[in-house]
């Protein structure tokens, strides 16, 4: 509220220095940077907002009323809408420099920046103004997008490299704020018709266009895509990740693919005859991408696939399970790829039943591994590899030595107290109905003092816990 005086100056200061041609290619990224996140704060803040209710207007502090008289004074109709082309054309269309290293470095490129990065980074700067402007003002913008998109939405002229970044840059938007613009554009008919016809051109001068639409699939999948459009998506997908395609735009498809299958609508039946040729080539991509951080991401999109499809990958799924014993050694140094290895075991075990087993010369050595409380690495894995040993645990046709010897894990693990208590005790559970005089015999007087420890210390839904067990 104190800031409120200074609005309209620094409203005008940061959008003279961002958006006029004077200074455009003449200032430091950072300080750019620093304009166009405070216009974004500017625009979010609900403290320059007037209460919803009309009925409580009258009553709202007048300071709160006068700020939002000032941001409505300064973004007027002429104004959103310069704001909103110069962010599409001039500062949305990709740059040499990344353009330099989308040759150079794929992996890195594929990549997205994601959480904070908008406070510093130019991009994510730039396309969260633009969402921001859009929630606020989008009964004035939509007309002026929905213009652009039919100007770029037809053939252009290949050789013209700034109109292929403009049509990349138009897309992108249509994309980011696909909610505020659901009503008005139907979507259906745009992928139909224009975004299948240039995803199937297979020039090079177009792979960016190639990419950017493998994106908006993904971004109005779960938005207003007809469910009798699936297939036709899942059939692009699979030409977008075909090893012949650029691999930015196959890991990109990686990210679509994962929105595709998360969403409400996924109907297992429209997707299962795609599901050996999209199981294999996420295997190969997985196979030849070099990065921990782009495995990770690609191992990500194979484990909400497998979730999703359930016992329909077993068919699919040998490939990966010869592979990840290898994955798993060469992610000694990289934890957050360990930790999507567990959960892609876990989806695994579930789906594969009790022909599960065969995962057991990795899980297991996995299992206790990751609940070595002396290990630094069971910070990242302990959550995941105890749902992956419950998992374990309840397809398991009988017990063995080895997995009994695994419950010496457990006396340190219930010291931990509620943090991890309730799956500890449902893998205690799991034991007991799986292997009771194998696990009394040899653990009973382990488990008995921690259980009259915790009894004395926990709430009564713990205690219920505990007496199930």
């Known amino acids: 509220i104190e800031f409120i005086p200074f609005l309209r100056q620094s409203l005008g200061y940061a959008s003279h220095f961002a958006f ?13 940077v620093k304009c166009l996140v405070l216009i974004k704060n500017i625009v979010g803040c609900d403290e320059y907002r007037p209460p919803s209710d009309r009925d409580e207007v009258p009553s709202a502090n007048p300071i709160i009323i006068k700020a939002f008289e000032v941001k409505l004074a300064f973004f007027n109709y002429t104004t959103l809408i310069d704001l909103c082309q110069r962010l599409i054309a001039r500062y949305l269309p990709l740059t040499a420099e990344e353009l330099n290293n989308w040759e150079s470095n794929p992996e890195d490129f594929a990549i997205q920046e994601s959480g904070e990065a908008w406070k510093y980074s130019f991009r994510p700067c730039v396309e969260i103004l633009l969402v921001s402007l859009f929630s606020e003002f989008h009964l004035s913008l939509r007309p002026t997008l929905l213009d652009l998109l039919k100007r770029v939405k037809g053939e252009i002229d290949l050789a013209d490299s700034q109109a292929v ?5 138009v897309l992108n938007a249509v994309g980011l ?16 018709t224009h975004l299948i016809r240039d995803l199937g051109n297979r020039d090079p001068r177009l792979k960016v266009i190639r990419r950017r639409i493998v ?13 009798d459009l699936r297939p036709t998506l899942y059939k692009a997908l699979v030409t977008c990740l075909d090893p012949s395609e650029d691999l930015v735009t196959r890991l990109t498809a990686t990210v679509s693919l994962q929105e595709a299958v998360d969403e409400y ?12 040729s999209i199981s294999a080539l996420l295997f ?22 497998i979730e999703r499809v359930g016992p329909e990958i077993r068919p699919h799924s040998d490939a990966l399970i010869q592979y990840l014993p290898e994955l798993w050694e060469k992610s000694a140094d990289h934890n957050l790829l360990k930790t999507s290895i567990v959960c892609a075991l876990r989806y695994l075990v579930q789906a594969l039943g009790t022909t599960s087993v065969r995962l057991y010369p990795l899980v297991l050595p996995i299992i206790q591994y990751a609940t070595d409380l002396n290990q630094p690495a069971h910070v990242y894995l302990l959550e995941d590899a105890l749902d992956l040993w419950h998992v374990s645990l309840l397809f398991a046709p ?3 030595t080895d997995i009994l010897h695994l419950f010496g894990r457990m006396s340190a693990l219930l010291e931990l107290g509620s943090e991890r208590l309730r799956v500890c005790l449902k893998i205690v559970s799991s034991y007991v109905l799986l292997g009771p005089s194998d696990l009394v015999q040899t653990y009973y007087s382990l488990l008995l003092p921690h259980f009259v420890s915790l009894v004395a210390n926990i709430k009564e839904e713990g205690i219920v816990l505990i007496m199930q067990v």
């Open 284 to 305: 190969q991509l997985l196979y030849q991408v070099e990065e921990c951080e782009t495995k990770m991401r690609v191992l990500q999109s194979f484990s909400l696939l």
């Open 177 to 192: 704020v696909c909610y505020d613009l659901s009503d008005e554009l139907d979507y259906n008919e745009l992928f139909s």
């Open 20 to 32: 006029s041609e004077a200074y455009s290619g003449l200032l430091f990224e950072r300080f750019l």
């Open 215 to 227: 994106w908006l699939m993904g971004q109005w999948v779960g938005v207003n895509m007809s469910v």
């Open 398 to 400: 009988q017990i063995t």
């Open 165 to 169: 970044l403009l049509k990349e840059a």
């Open 265 to 276: 609508e996924f109907r297992t039946e429209q997707f299962l005859p795609f599901l050996e």
